[in-house]
């Protein structure tokens, strides 16, 4: 397995270089499961360079995962309320099952329990079968679920799932 790192995110490139990959892996991973429009338009609202760079302004905080030499995916989290949003967490599919999200959760539970925060916490599309396992063997639980008028005319139909630190 090739060596896993999470690199924050700062400057205007690396910033770019994840709205690029964003662009990337939501056509690829969500186009089966909320259509090519809702799609565009989602990338533009929250995963564009100007929606991140906004998103940073108001708190949030984005990381680079890389494997080895390749910047394999992403991760952005905002701290509220005591417990850490994760926001996003996305890997490329040619880079998928090599553990990386294992290996990007090991960082935010690191972060938590630096940060004294109790909780991880999600929201995930209710038909997004693959990345529900996923977070499930990571130990998160279905704790509610909400639909998100997000404009447009679009909605988000998802599970919330809560991770508990156990601090």
Same mark, same amino acid.
């Given at each position: 397995?090739?060596?896993?790192?999470?690199?924050?995110?700062?400057?205007?490139?690396?910033?770019?270089?994840?709205?690029?990959?964003?662009?990337?892996?939501?056509?690829?991973?969500?186009?089966?499961?909320?259509?090519?429009?809702?799609?565009?338009?989602?990338?533009?609202?929250?995963?564009?360079?100007?929606?991140?760079?906004?998103?940073?302004?108001?708190?949030?905080?984005?990381?680079? %995962?890389?494997?080895?030499?390749?910047?394999?995916?992403?991760? @952005?989290?905002?701290? $509220? *309320?005591?417990? =850490?949003?994760?926001?996003?967490?996305?890997?490329?599919?040619?880079?998928?099952?090599?553990?990386?999200?294992?290996?990007?959760?090991?960082?935010?539970?690191?972060?938590?329990?630096?940060?004294?925060?109790?909780?991880?916490?999600?929201?995930?599309?209710?038909?997004?079968?693959?990345?529900?396992?996923?977070?499930?063997?990571?130990?998160?639980? %279905?704790?509610?679920?909400?639909?998100?008028?997000?404009?447009? @005319?679009?909605?988000? $139909? *998802?599970?919330? =799932?809560?991770?508990?630190?156990?601090?």
């Amino acid at each position: 397995m090739s060596q896993t790192r999470l690199v924050p995110a700062v400057t205007d490139s690396e910033i770019h270089d994840i709205a690029v990959l964003a662009e990337e892996i939501w056509h690829e991973h969500f186009t089966d499961i909320i259509g090519e429009e809702q799609v565009n338009y989602m990338v533009d609202k929250f995963q564009s360079y100007p929606a991140l760079k906004e998103q940073i302004q108001n708190g949030y905080e984005y990381y680079q %995962i890389h494997s080895g030499s390749t910047m394999a995916g992403y991760t @952005g989290v905002h701290e $509220d *309320d005591g417990a =850490l949003f994760l926001s996003k967490l996305y890997i490329k599919k040619d880079c998928r099952g090599q553990h990386l999200a294992s290996e990007a959760f090991r960082y935010l539970t690191a972060l938590c329990r630096k940060r004294g925060l109790s909780r991880i916490w999600l929201t995930c599309n209710k038909h997004n079968a693959n990345t529900l396992a996923v977070y499930s063997h990571l130990g998160f639980s %279905i704790t509610d679920e909400q639909v998100a008028d997000i404009g447009n @005319g679009f909605v988000m $139909d *998802d599970y919330i =799932l809560t991770y508990e630190m156990g601090i």
